[in-house]
């Protein structure tokens, strides 16, 4: 390619160089018919013309005749990257890709996230009177891309983005999403994809509306599941490896006597059916969905024993992941009325042992990766044995160390759930002042990066 460059520039510079000296005459061949000279007539002509023209005339013109060529092959070369690229892009296409997988499988791609951020309570909000207003409606701020970066400059490589999509649907059996809303959805997922992160897509809320995990009107729970993640891969089918698909968010029967405790036989089979179902539906919407990792999960996303046995783990699929929720032990991570533990002194890392052990026996020891794609502990005040009021940032450090520690000796990588309430009423898992682009818990932000895997 390059000896073929460079010979054209000296062809080029040649017959520039020619045709420059042949207009450098008082009148051009097109005005004048002269019969044709001999061979000395044109020596003699050639050695006039070189003794009258000026040598800084001649070596401009020599100049200006080789910086053209130069410029010519330049732009030659230019135009032939742009349609090697355009026939590779064309290939592509036709092939329903636009980004090469890197054929990564889900153990590979997990294995390569260090720690995660979730964006809660922003693309999961509902209830709103107008469905357009829910990213706000929960108290956050409109999401923006400065927002995304200051969490990946951080060191998080990983962003999920819940999103309840029931307030934004047409009715059956389409369920069509609202164009804005999913269009919204795809550039929220463009601010963290396209620096390079890992994002996770899920459906959130929507056992608080249609997702019954049972026997009874099961079929049009499924229907209902697959018509939303049928359009959510279509949309994103060509994003490549980096973009994961989390079928469901704790899917449970609310109010029941088992909803946090891994459910009953019923509805575990339901979850099951739902599961296979989320994933045969993506896998069907071609591009670069037969191969993307896709996260499945146990009745309430729960680690107990029944929830994580008679999971059904799709067969011959080296890319599914298992998602769990540990806020683990509970009484420490949340803050329930006369039972909170506010000092963590190691005593109870068991608990957290224990439930990692119990993934790993029967899912990571079996090849299926898992990913926690909640947890965290919320922000806290109490009164120490001297009188002295304190914050608990020091204790959820410990925590955290303890924490980590048996995720990563499972290989387990996880998403710190961020819901944006730090001082305010609720459940206080923020750490991140998506207003200020600050850290409320510098500390809790940096423990997290430190400590991962």
Not at 1 to 25: I, Q
Not at 72 to 87: D, H, R
Not at 189 to 201: F, H, K, P, Q, T
Request: net charge negative; proline share 4%; glycine share 6%.
């Amino acid at each position: 390619m390059k000896k073929n460059l460079l010979a054209g520039v000296f062809a080029l510079t040649a017959a520039f160089f020619l045709t420059a000296c042949a207009a450098s005459g008082s009148v051009s061949q097109e005005q004048t018919k002269e019969a044709p000279k001999t061979a000395a007539e044109e020596s003699a002509a050639s050695e006039t013309e070189a003794a009258e023209t000026p040598v800084e005339e001649k070596v401009s013109m020599e100049t200006e005749a080789m910086e053209t060529a130069a410029k010519t092959a330049t732009e030659a070369e230019e135009i032939s990257a742009v349609e090697t690229e355009a026939a590779a892009s064309k290939e592509d296409a036709e092939a329903g890709q636009s980004e090469k997988m890197q054929k990564k499988n889900a153990a590979e791609i997990l294995a390569d996230m260090n720690v995660g951020w979730n964006l809660g309570n922003t693309f999961d909000a509902h209830g709103a009177s107008d469905p357009a207003k829910e990213e706000t409606y929960w108290g956050n701020p409109e999401t923006t891309k400065e927002m995304i970066d200051a969490v990946r400059l951080q060191g998080f490589n990983t962003l999920r983005i819940p999103v309840t999509w029931n307030d934004h649907l047409g009715g059956a059996p389409d369920y069509q999403i609202d164009p804005a809303w999913l269009d919204r959805v795809a550039e929220v997922v463009d601010y963290a994809y396209s620096e390079g992160m890992y994002v996770i897509l899920d459906t959130h809320h929507e056992p608080d509306y249609w997702l019954k995990p049972q026997t009874e009107g099961l079929d049009e729970v499924k229907q209902e599941l697959c018509a939303i993640w049928k359009q959510i891969a279509l949309r994103f089918a060509d994003y490549g490896e980096k973009l994961l698909f989390e079928g469901m968010n704790e899917p449970r029967i609310k109010g029941s006597a088992e909803e946090w405790s891994g459910g009953t036989a019923e509805g575990r089979e339901a979850v099951n059916v739902l599961n296979a179902a989320f994933v045969q539906t993506v896998r069907e919407c071609g591009g670069n969905n037969a191969s993307r990792c896709l996260i499945i999960c146990p009745y309430g996303n729960s680690a107990t024993y029944e929830s994580i046995t008679q999971l059904a783990i799709p067969a011959d699929d080296e890319n599914i992941a298992v998602s769990v929720h540990l806020y683990t032990p509970y009484f420490f991570t949340y803050e329930p009325d006369g039972q909170s533990i506010v000092e963590w002194d190691g005593t109870l890392k068991k608990d957290i042992a224990s439930a990692m052990d119990l993934v790993d026996r029967n899912l990571i020891a079996k090849g299926v990766p898992v990913i926690v794609t909640e947890f965290g502990a919320v922000h806290k005040t109490y009164t120490d044995e001297n009188g002295e009021k304190k914050d608990n940032t020091d204790q959820v450090v410990a925590w955290l160390a303890d924490y980590m520690q048996i995720a990563n000796q499972h290989g387990i990588p996880c998403i710190w759930w961020d819901n944006g309430i730090y001082d305010s009423s609720g459940e206080k898992f923020a750490i991140f002042d998506r207003r200020g682009l600050t850290w409320f818990s510098q500390r809790i932000a940096d423990a997290l990066i430190q400590e991962a895997l």
